[in-house]
């Protein structure tokens, strides 16, 4: 068993991206910029935003943290979005989600200009995603492919289980995994709340990517010997021992799925980093590729 470390891939995409900008200066070119907008000050989503602005920092990026409260509407953020879209200094935008109910998170992304949208979830980009065609791709899939590239691992022909289908991991992993890439080329099987025969499904399986949001889903009998293990999920799980009173468990029971697979994620230290290195890509693409 191997562990697909998230951590060690993560700082090699943040070092290469670090030579990148500071070659940009040398150049005397500007520097990505990256605007990201937190409505409300949801635990988990300050946590996400601090640590996204902080890689920023360390590679040499601009950014800009725009902090809203949670009581503002639909329009005052659009008109948020609107002067972004507008400043040219800024090359990636992105919305921390979820927002506040009321506020339609499809008709906020859609106000993204598509060419700044970093985290790949505007309806264009997702458009252009599926017909295989340049694009961003959402941060979470694009670090679990960086991650199986980074590894050589060759995912050709193989059967793959998703669980999860929403619109920021589950489909779009769905679809990368099912392109005609490597990694890709995987048979995939799409598994959400009402599918019948999960555990069949994954024991079919030589790639199984959990993203449910369920801590400790998937077990080893869900599991055939072999298989790879991509564990996407983080949940917060009360937890008295420690002194912030919870830990951070994945989708995945590990402990039991590890000594059965050839490759596995941890949690933390897996998909979490690769998502911000991910991400840290993307805005690079959008401040070079004008
Ligand atoms: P989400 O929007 O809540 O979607 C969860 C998906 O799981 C839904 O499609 C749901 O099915 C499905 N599901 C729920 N219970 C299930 C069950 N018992 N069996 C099979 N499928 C089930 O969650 P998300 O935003 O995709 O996030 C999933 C997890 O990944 C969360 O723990 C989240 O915190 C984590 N996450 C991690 C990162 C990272 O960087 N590591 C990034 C994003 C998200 P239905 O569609 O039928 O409801």
Redesign the pocket.
Same mark, same amino acid.
């Given at each position: 068993m191997k562990i697909l470390d998230g951590q060690l891939v993560s700082q090699a995409t943040k070092d290469d991206l670090k030579i990148k900008v500071a070659d940009l200066v040398q150049q005397g070119l500007k520097v990505p910029h990256l605007a990201a907008v937190l409505v409300g000050n949801d635990g &988990?989503s300050e946590t996400?935003v601090g640590s996204k602005v902080r890689t920023c920092e360390e590679i040499g990026y601009k950014s800009t943290l725009i902090r809203l409260d949670k009581s503002i509407d639909e329009s005052e953020l659009l008109e948020t979005i609107r002067k972004l879209n507008e400043d040219d200094d800024v090359d990636g935008i992105l919305v921390q +989600?979820p927002l506040p109910a009321g506020i339609s998170e499809q008709k906020v992304i859609d106000a993204i200009d598509a060419s700044k949208d970093v985290d790949g979830f505007h309806s264009i980009n997702v458009g252009r995603m599926v017909q295989g065609l340049p694009t961003f791709v959402p &941060?979470?899939p694009h !670090?679990i492919m960086l991650l199986l590239e980074y590894y050589k691992i060759d995912t050709k022909g193989m059967n793959a289980a998703v669980?999860?289908? #929403?619109?920021? %991991?589950?489909?779009p992993m769905s679809i990368l995994l099912s392109a005609a890439t490597n990694p890709g080329n995987c048979t995939v099987t799409l598994?959400? #709340?009402?599918?019948k025969n999960?555990a069949e499904i994954c024991r079919n399986s030589d790639l199984i990517v &959990?993203? +449910?949001?369920? =801590?400790g889903?998937l077990k080893a009998d869900m599991v055939k010997e072999g298989a790879i293990v991509i @564990?996407? !999920?983080?949940?917060r799980v009360t937890d008295p021992s420690k002194k912030r009173g919870y830990s951070i468990k994945? @989708?995945v029971d590990f402990d039991g799925v590890a000594p059965k697979c050839s490759y596995i994620t941890p %949690?933390p230290g897996?998909?979490? =980093?690769?998502?911000?290195a991910a991400l840290m890509k993307n805005t690079f693409r959008a401040c070079t590729a004008k």
């Open positions: &988990a996400y +989600l &941060a979470t !670090g669980i999860g289908r #929403s619109n920021i %991991v589950g489909r598994c959400h #709340s009402q599918t999960i &959990a993203a +449910l949001g369920k =801590p889903f @564990d996407v !999920g983080i949940s994945g @989708d %949690v897996g998909v979490g =980093p690769m998502t911000i």
